[in-house]
């Protein structure tokens, strides 16, 4: 199944273009990396695949759907059920505990909580003792993996990670992409991870590279 269709993509702000893509395509399965320096529209270009911003040109499409062709409600719907984002900044509620957090993803994207799933995710990613801890109490590398586990929870068909080696040493980093990959595998998730870190090359199965537009 074809989760990701990307053609002739283009966004700009005012006059400004600041994106352009002819193609991307991931089928279900695919790993790929995003790779571009900084300010070459590779956070634009995440959010014109979650449907946060709608293409001046061209189009997007998940799971064959294209996100423009849904009203706001509609989308957001959309992207709660068939997309997991781990964003650069982790965004874990810092009043819920763990799993609670884990469980509000569930509900949020209309899946029956499951808090026996939800623990299992946990245990896979080494953080399972820290269930109900707040995410205050967790080292950086440990919020990082229950950002994953939270991405992951719904089984979403699509996973998005937004620099998730930029503030990691390269063990660390090789090990966060690797869990990424893994954890993705595991519930059938096709994965692109976007960054400007040129350490991950050759780190996934597939690599693009984003250049500013001219
Ligand atoms: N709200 C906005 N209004 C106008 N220009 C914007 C806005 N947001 C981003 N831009 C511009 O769009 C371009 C692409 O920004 P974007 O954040 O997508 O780049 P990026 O590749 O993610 O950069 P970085 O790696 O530094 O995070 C940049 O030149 C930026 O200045």
Redo the contacts with the bound molecule.
């Keep these: 199944m074809t989760v990701l269709q990307i053609d002739n993509l283009g966004f700009s702000?005012g006059q400004r273009t600041?994106?352009r893509l002819d193609t991307l395509t991931l089928n279900e399965g695919d790993t790929c990396a995003v790779i571009?320096p900084?300010?070459?529209?590779?956070?634009?270009l995440l959010h014109l695949i979650a449907g946060l911003l709608q293409p001046a040109q061209g189009s997007v499409a998940v799971c064959g759907q294209r996100l423009d062709a849904l009203d706001a409600s509609a989308r957001d719907r959309f992207r709660g059920h068939h997309l997991g984002i781990v964003f650069q900044r982790l965004h874990l509620l810092p009043a819920l505990d763990v799993l609670e957090n884990l469980l509000l993803a569930q509900r949020l994207a209309r899946v029956s909580p499951d808090a026996k799933d939800a623990r299992r995710l946990l245990d896979a990613l080494g953080v399972g003792e820290f269930a109900r801890a707040r995410p205050a109490q967790l080292s950086q590398g440990q919020a990082q993996r229950v950002a994953i586990a939270r991405a992951l929870v719904h089984r979403p068909a699509l996973l998005l990670a937004d620099e998730p080696t930029s503030s990691l040493d390269d063990d660390n980093a090789e090990r966060a992409i690797d869990l990424l990959q893994d954890q993705a595998r595991a519930v059938g998730a096709a994965l692109l991870v976007v960054t400007?870190d040129r350490r991950i090359r050759g780190w996934l199965a597939r690599e693009v590279q984003l250049e500013p537009p001219a």
């Design positions: 702000y600041v994106l571009g900084s300010g070459c529209g590779k956070t634009t400007h």
